[in-house]
Structure formats: C-alpha cells, structure tokens
C-alpha cells in the first residue's frame, strides 16, 4: 500500500469473454495475458505483495460435459501461480472458491466446518485449489485466504452465464426463461457491490484459512423470477425442463465467521441488487448483444 493507503494495482486479464479492453483509473496497471503463462505471471508478480486470484473456469455444467478445462486452468494454472508467487517473494494469496459447487448437498446453511463432497468437476477442481492454497501456506508460509463465494450479480456482468444474467437478457429480449427442475431450488444471490467490499475488508487483515461469502439468506428461484417480473414490470414467460447433472438443489451460506473475523456483511437486499443490475443491462444493451454475438461466433 502506498503512504495514502491506496492501493497499487496490477491487473491480469485474458479478455477471453469477449469484452473490450477496460479502462481503470489512473495508476493501475493493466496487463492482457493468461494466468496459465508463466512469463506473463512472472513480470506481473515482481514486487507485488498480494494475489487476489479470481482466474478460472466457472460452470458446473460446462465441467461435467468436460471435465479436463477445470482440471488444466483452475488446478494445474493455480498450482503454477502459487509457484510463480513464493518464488516472487509474494506474501500474500486471496482465493476466489465456491460454496455449494464444493460442498455438494449439504444440509444448509452451509458453513466452513462442513466436508467437502462436489459433485462436479468444476466443484472439485476449486477444492483442489484450497488444498494446495493449504499446503503452500503449511509448507512454504505463503499466507493463504479462501473466500467462497456464493452467486454473483450486478452490473457489468455482460459475460456472465449464471441465472442472474441469463435471466435479465431473456426478459429484456422477451424469451420465456428455462428453469432447470420446480424452481424450489435455492440459491445465496450476492450483490457484487458487497463482495467486493468483502474482498476489501478480508485484504486489511491477517487472515488465513477459509471464509463463506454470501449474503446469507435462501431465495427459490421462484422468488428470484418474482422479484425480476417486479423489478422489470414486465410479464414473465418461464419454460420448466428437466433437473440437470451434478447441480446442487438448494445451498446457502452462513456468513457468522466472515462476520466476526473482518467485519463482513452484505448489506443490499435481493430487490434492490436486482433493481441496479437490471438498469445496467436496459441502458447497456449494445455490450451484451454484442458479447453475445461475439461468443455465438466462437
């Protein structure tokens, strides 16, 4: 951290989903490249003090259609990246990992006592990450954080296919949405607003070991295409099919250690996160369809 306590950033982006080149404020750094290369890591890690590693490939059902992209970027890449930092002299790592995709069927809410049982290849692949992100913390001292996150939403999630997103684009494009089973199942949904100031408050502190990320309530996803025929003001078509696999029906999350560890909480309700993300896609239209295309193409 510099003398006024803000931040020095580097930032490392493959740009793999399609989006335009970011821009940041002035002095951040950014590098378009892959975690998986090891010369790009090595430059972007010199004299960095922490890794907040949000790299992988996400998707249950993307992993259990194939699981090897899992295993080669989050495993192997993490691995890689945990080497790449003890030998920068990195002193820190904060872990992106997951809730429900690790824990499986869980009796909820879920917590970081619970056992590990995935049910997915991409829900073993995070938990692989935390054991190595255990052992080079046992072995090497490089001090490890996992935060798992629950389901992300907001603004600027044009590249995302999670229900939230997928949901929005349907509605805006008048489709019917495709539910997956009842719609009994439930989800944690968290308001990227809150998870970043949850990274944030994580990055103050010496912490190791691992934390739950969510906002700590269920929703049925009934209730979330509710809220967005609410929050739209527009008539709701909804499609049902069949339950898929290797997808969890109902995880949510106890946040009590994150909590009284650093201070963690998510503030802003269902309603209103769904009220500013479904702004963003109205008056961002044009990047979405455009990612869109740009993904159909690939």
Known sequence: MSANSAYEVVVLDNLSVGQQRPSFPRGVRFTCGD?????TMTECLQGVDTVVHLAALSGVIASVEDPRPSFEVNVAGSFHLLELARAADVRRVINASTGGALLGEAASPISEEMAPCPLSPY????LAVEGYCSAFAGAYGLSCVTLRFSNIYGPRSAHKKS???AFIK????????VVYGDGTQQRDYLYVGDLVRGIEAALKRE?????????????SLRTLVATLKKVSGRDIRVHCEARRSGEVHSTWCNIAKAASEFG????TD??????TTWNWYLEN?????????WSASD
């Open 285 to 293: 239209r044009e990047i979405w369809v455009r990612r869109q295309a």
């Open 264 to 267: 963690y909480n998510a503030p």
């Open 170 to 177: 349907s509605i805006i494009r008048e489709e019917p949405l």
């Open 123 to 126: 829900g073993a692949s995070k």
């Open 207 to 219: 912490l190791t070991g691992v934390y739950q990320l969510g906002c700590g309530q269920p929703t």
């Open 270 to 275: 269902l309603e209103a996160g769904l009220q």
């Open 163 to 165: 229900v939230v997103a």
């Open 35 to 39: 975690f998986t290369d090891r010369a």
